[in-house]
């Protein structure tokens, strides 16, 4: 269902290599890697849903409003989380060098397309 979706955000981002949506409790809906991804995008998915709930945590602890995106860049690559709702999250993951900010303009015009079909 969000496989085309998924596939053009890693195409059409310069680095793409991976993307998926998933829900806050860790379980995968959709996800696409290239062929060749040297990693594991559901297992990617599945360690950062810890990290979102705690971001979420903290913002309402902080009263500081809804986190929206969350960004980790490591040597490996770099993985962008945008929040779609409450319960789902997309992420996108890059190589080093990748577009960060082609990749972030994507995944925000996809949102409103993925959240309408959740």
Do not use: C, H, Q, W
């Amino acid at each position: 269902m969000f496989k085309d979706e998924l596939r053009a955000l890693v195409d059409g981002s310069d680095g793409g290599l991976a993307s998926l949506i998933m829900d806050s409790s860790g379980i995968a809906l959709e996800s696409y890697a290239r062929d060749g991804a040297p990693f594991d995008i559901d297992m990617i998915g599945i360690e950062f849903s810890v990290v979102v709930n705690s971001i979420k945590r903290a913002t309402e602890m902080l009263e500081a409003g809804v986190a929206r995106e969350v960004a980790v860049n490591t040597e490996k690559m770099t993985t962008i989380i945008r929040m779609l709702s409450d319960e789902y999250f997309l992420t996108l993951t890059l190589r080093p060098d990748g577009n960060l900010g082609k990749a972030r303009y994507l995944m925000r015009t996809a949102a409103p397309r993925l959240l309408a079909d959740l």
